[in-house]
Structures are given as structure tokens and as C-alpha cells.
């Protein structure tokens, strides 16, 4: 079954001091295309992420914000900037040698500076985080799948219904090449007989040689047998459990290029007709497919 490119899914997990919320959305692209915002960051999640992801998904701009946040001992989230302490303590006890002031710069004095206390940003722990991410990455993956899979029928109606004009439309170009043979006697008979105003006698021999060569050179007999061969393996691919775009995007610049060829081997008014309106369902194919993963 086809799937779309486009798709939302939210999820959020908690499991004793870690929460994690995800949003992820997917738009169309010719290959796999992942943008990660993870907060906070860290290599090594992230590798595991792109992992994961790879491994569920085939192509599209796939854009995932995720949010992890730990509860921790707040004391153990404050860092002293030593160094900047030393040089504000340095610098406080030269004033007060230089100003001949009593007593020793405190610890308030130092403090008021400011600068020396800050909030340390929680290390991320990958191996005790990572449970719970994996879990809630499934979960917003199963319902990203199901939101493509339910817009890919939607997309497989569609397609469904204009190969069905399509191979209508290959039964009437098949029909209409059956009786070109007599056509073309018919034609070059007029021709002759015109061009000679019938003061030569037409030698039929001769006749059904030319014939002959230009129904040879109109024969597109191969060309609907490929063109069917295209149409069934296209359906297959839909139905197929595996992702098929590329493979559809395949098929219809080889159907393009059969129909071209029936159009440019055949002169006829019908044929023609026939060939502009597949091109035509062809290219609201194509515009179609862009969007299956």
C-alpha cells in the first residue's frame, strides 16, 4: 500500500525523572531528509534518533522537534566559576591595600560581583534517557505512519481510477491500429489515382508492397505490450507492503515515452486524441506520485 510524504504526529512520555514530548511533521522530498532539534543536544542521541528514524522512514523532509527535561538535585545544577572568583578576591585585597582599609574583603563583598555562581546546564545521560525516547519515537512514528497510510488510499483511489482511463484508452488506440492496414490502401489508392488522373493503371502488386511498409513502419504492437506490462507492474507497486515512489516515478517516464512513440508512429486523427488525453492523465499522475513516499 502507497503511502503519502505529508504527515503530523505528536507524542510525549514520562517514566520516573525524565519527560519527553516530540513533534514531528513531513513534507515531500526526493530522498530522506532529517532536521533535528533536540534539547538539549547531544551527539550521541541524536545518532540513535537518526538511526531509528532511517530505519521507519525512506524518503521526505521529515522536521522533529524534541524536548527531553530530567529532574535533578538543584544544588548539583550550580557551577562556581572559581578563576573568576580568585581574580575578583585579587582584585578586592589590592584596593583594600592600596585604600589602607581594615579588614578582609567577605564572602558577601565577593559575591555582590557577581558572575561567580552559575546554572550548569544537566548533562544528558544516553543510556538512561534513551528508553524513554525510543518509546516515544515509536509512538509519534506509529501515528505519522497511520496519517500517511490513510492519505496514500486516498491518493491510490485516485491513481486507480486514472490508469483504468488509461488502459481504456489503450484499448481504443489497439482497436484503431487493427484497421490501418486497409486504411492506408485505401489512402495511397486515392493518392495515386489523383496524382495520375487514371491514365496509369495502378499495379497492385506494387500496391500492397508500399502498404505493407508502412504498416511495418505504424506497428505498435510492442509499444501496447510494454505500455500493459507499465500498467500491471504500477498497480503492483501500490499494492506492494513496501515504499514505491521511486519505482512509480519509473514506470511513468516509460509509459510517457511508449505513448509518445505510438503517437509519432501513427497518423491518426483518433490515435492522437487518444495519445494527448494519457499524457494528460499521465502528467496528473506524476504531480500524484511526487507526494508517495
Request: aromatic letters at 4%; proline letters at 2%.
Amino acid at each position: 500500500m502507497i503511502k503519502s510524504m505529508t504527515g503530523f504526529a505528536s507524542a510525549a512520555a514520562t517514566a520516573g525523572n525524565i519527560a519527553v514530548t516530540i513533534e514531528m511533521r513531513t513534507y515531500n522530498s526526493r530522498n530522506l531528509d532529517l532536521s533535528l532539534r533536540v534539547s538539549p543536544g547531544d551527539p550521541g542521541l541524536e545518532e540513535r534518533i537518526r538511526a531509528l528514524l532511517s530505519g521507519r522512514l525512506v524518503r521526505g523532509r521529515v522536521e522533529i522537534k524534541i524536548q527531553v527535561e530530567t529532574t535533578v538535585d538543584a544544588a548539583a545544577r550550580v557551577e562556581v566559576d572559581m578563576t573568576r572568583a580568585r581574580a575578583l578576591m585579587a582584585v578586592l585585597k589590592r584596593l583594600q591595600a592600596d585604600l589602607g582599609l581594615d579588614g578582609a574583603p567577605s564572602l558577601e563583598l565577593l559575591m555582590a560581583c557577581g558572575g561567580i555562581l552559575q546554572n550548569a546546564a544537566p548533562e544528558t545521560d544516553v543510556e538512561r534517557v534513551w528508553p524513554t525516547l525510543e518509546a516515544c519515537l515509536t509512538q509519534a512514528l506509529g501515528e505519522l505512519d497511520a496519517m500517511r497510510g490513510r492519505e496514500g488510499r486516498y491518493l491510490a483511489q485516485d491513481l486507480d481510477a486514472r490508469l483504468d482511463r488509461i488502459e481504456g484508452a489503450l484499448k481504443e488506440i489497439a482497436g484503431n491500429a487493427a484497421g490501418l492496414t486497409a486504411i492506408y490502401q485505401e489512402r495511397l489508392r486515392e493518392r495515386i489515382a489523383t496524382l495520375t488522373q487514371g491514365l496509369v493503371e495502378i499495379d497492385h502488386a506494387r500496391l500492397a508492397q508500399e502498404v505493407a511498409f508502412l504498416a511495418e513502419r505504424s506497428d505498435i504492437s510492442e509499444e501496447l505490450v510494454r505500455a500493459e506490462s507499465h500498467i500491471r507492474q504500477f498497480r503492483g507497486i501500490m499494492a506492494a507492503p513496501e515504499a514505491g515512489g521511486r519505482k512509480l516515478n519509473f514506470l511513468l517516464q516509460e509509459l510517457n515515452r511508449e505513448f509518445n512513440t505510438m503517437g509519432s508512429k501513427i497518423g491518426s486523427a483518433d490515435v492522437a486524441h487518444a495519445v494527448v488525453d494519457v499524457k494528460s492523465e499521465l502528467e496528473k499522475i506524476r504531480e500524484q506520485v511526487q507526494n508517495v513516499e
